[in-house]
Structures are given as structure tokens and as C-alpha cells.
């Protein structure tokens, strides 16, 4: 069992295959992680009042933390946190109760807050804030304090999307591949 693993009540966090977890990281209660997820050091995955679902080939990099809502009379589903396929999400990102598509760049220090939609194929600048209940389409780079569209992405951007991630599935690979030797 890794290190940083945690039950919280009777939820425990659920590993797919290849998954890297550095030991200075912690991942409590109803957390799901798909095959090929890495998780960086020091990154805060907190799934206690709600449930937190990665999906596979996602980085989680350094000093992140990722927490959820809870469900009230109001808002009886409150808000879990849902992370799509191919995601990067940059040093010291916080991420709370919000849905994020597939094949997403979230940059260096952004926010995005409960209720929050980012469609797949987005870039997210260093040092956004994306508003509560804000969406953010498809296909754009959004840059600020509040999140703003700032224009489509390239061809090239889109093209590095599809990769970027990849180079951490191989970098999650070598990490792993210490452990074991």
C-alpha cells in the first residue's frame, strides 16, 4: 500500500494500473484514478465530502490541491470533482468541485472554482481564476483574474495538447520503474 493513501469512513481511494503516487502526496477517501495517472510531490487529493475522479494518462503536478463540495438541501449533489483524460494540471493548481474535460493544459498556479465547467481542448493560463459556474468552451486559451477568452488555439496548441501529457505517462513510467529496481 502506498504511503499516502487513506481511508476516509468506509471510502478508500481506488488505483488503476501504472499509477504513480509520490510519497510526499496524500489521496483520501472516494478518489478514483485512472490507469497511467501520476500524481507529483506534495499534491493534496481530498475526497472526504464528495467524490474525486481522475482519468487515465492525467498529471497532477507539484503542490496541487484538489478537493471537492459537499452535497446539501440546496444543492443535493454538491460539487465532486471530475478531471478528464490527458490532462496536465501545472504546479500549485487548485482544483474545487469542478468538471474538466479531455486533453486540457491547466497552467502554473490557476484556480477554478465549484461548478465550474472546462470543456475538452482548453488552455488555461498561469495565475487564472475561473469563477464559480463559469464554462469554459472548447477550443480557446482563457487567461486572467476572472478566466476570460482570449482566443482560439492554434493548431499547434491543439497538436500539443495531444502530447504533453504523454511525456509525464513517461516520466510517471521512470519513476516507477525506480521504485521497483
Not at 73 to 82: M, Q
Not at 116 to 140: F, H, Q, R, T
Not at 148 to 175: G, M
Request: aromatic share 4%.
Amino acid at each position: 500500500m502506498i504511503n499516502g493513501i487513506r481511508k476516509y469512513g468506509d471510502k478508500q481511494p481506488n488505483l488503476g494500473q501504472k499509477v504513480y503516487i509520490d510519497s510526499s502526496s496524500v489521496v483520501i477517501g472516494d478518489v478514483t484514478l485512472a490507469d497511467n495517472v501520476s500524481i507529483w510531490p506534495l499534491v493534496v487529493i481530498r475526497g472526504d465530502v464528495n467524490h474525486i475522479q481522475i482519468g487515465k494518462d492525467t498529471n497532477i503536478q507539484d503542490g496541487s490541491v484538489l478537493h471537492v463540495t459537499r452535497r446539501t438541501e440546496k444543492n443535493p449533489v454538491g460539487y465532486p470533482l471530475i478531471i478528464g483524460e490527458q490532462v496536465t494540471v501545472g504546479h500549485k493548481v487548485m482544483l474545487h468541485g469542478c468538471t474538466l474535460g479531455n486533453r486540457i493544459l491547466v497552467g502554473m498556479g490557476a484556480i477554478v472554482m465549484d461548478g465550474a465547467i472546462v470543456e475538452d481542448d482548453v488552455m488555461i493560463g498561469a495565475g487564472s481564476l475561473v469563477a464559480p459556474n463559469k464554462v469554459l468552451n472548447s477550443g480557446y486559451l482563457y487567461v486572467g483574474n476572472p478566466a476570460q477568452q482570449k482566443r482560439p488555439l492554434t493548431s499547434e496548441e491543439l497538436s500539443f495538447l495531444k502530447k504533453t501529457n504523454q511525456n509525464y505517462v513517461k516520466l510517471k513510467d521512470e519513476y516507477l520503474a525506480q521504485q521497483d529496481g
